[in-house]
């Protein structure tokens, strides 16, 4: 029987996954469809399991990627130290949990850095947020969380964001969904006149294309991406935790930004 797999998340009318699958599965000649699971609970994961026995693989999105690990057996090390998963490989009742975010962000952010962006500010303390701070370790640069309320040596408030700090900061990364479609008249509320032509924006959000956030970047000259290159990139790393195979082929002619 046909193999599935799908996204797990809540909502899910912003997902481009599924017609990014389905698309590689007809050109690779797999035979595997990709389906939406938009969960209102992640209590209702078990009861998604048992109505599709063929499942092999989940990806999952916001707001599951902490909420889901107390169903799985078992952790990747990578996921274990993020503390958060994005990929789900299911063999039977044993499921496993894993997360390629981390490659998705490193390879889609690299060819865009400078040697003056060593230092990060991570908008939001999600799951999303964590494998990107994994993947600003990889990358040698030092990084703090932002967010609207909290203490830490690592963490400022929005309300800390001083031009000065804006200055020191030169990549600022997007992992919260404003701005995210349908809301696309939102962004986080960071002094964007402080920017500059040294400052690099990369967005997790990749619908719409262009952000708020990136907006106000590019007026202020600093350069800016969003995030659909990242998901192309963790989904074909996607295939080969479900199957120990090869990571799926890109598009040809390469990944749209």
Not at 178 to 201: F, Q, T, W
Request: charged share 20%; glycine share 8%.
């Amino acid at each position: 029987m046909k193999q599935e797999y799908g996204l797990l998340g809540h909502p899910l009318g912003h997902s481009f996954s599924r017609a990014v699958f389905n698309d590689k599965f007809t050109r690779e000649g797999i035979d595997a469809e990709y389906l939406n699971f938009d969960l209102s609970d992640i209590s209702e994961l078990p009861q998604l399991l048992a109505e599709h026995p063929n499942l092999c693989g989940l990806n999952v999105t916001i707001p599951y990627k902490q909420a889901v690990i107390p169903y799985l057996d078992e952790l990747s090390d990578e996921a274990r130290a993020i503390g958060a998963v994005n990929v789900i490989k299911i063999e039977g009742p044993y499921l496993k949990g894993f997360n390629s975010d981390v490659i998705g962000f490193t390879e889609s952010i690299r060819p865009l850095l400078e040697p003056h962006h060593k230092k990060a500010l991570v908008l939001g303390t999600g799951g999303a947020s964590k494998a990107v701070c994994a993947g600003l370790d990889k990358l040698g640069i030092e990084w703090r969380y932002v967010s609207r309320s909290g203490a830490g040596e690592r963490l400022f408030t929005y309300s800390d964001l001083t031009p000065e700090i804006i200055a020191e900061y030169t990549v600022i990364v997007n992992c919260t969904p404003l701005g995210m479609y349908p809301r696309i008249d939102s962004c986080p509320e960071i002094p964007y006149r402080a920017l500059s032509p040294r400052h690099l924006l990369f967005d997790l959000v990749y619908n719409p294309e262009i952000t708020l956030f990136m907006r106000n970047g590019r007026r202020q000259g600093a350069k800016v991406k969003n995030g659909l290159e990242m998901l192309h990139l963790q989904a074909l790393a996607s295939w080969e935790f479900w199957t120990g195979e090869a990571p799926l082929s890109p598009p040809e002619g390469g990944i749209d930004n």
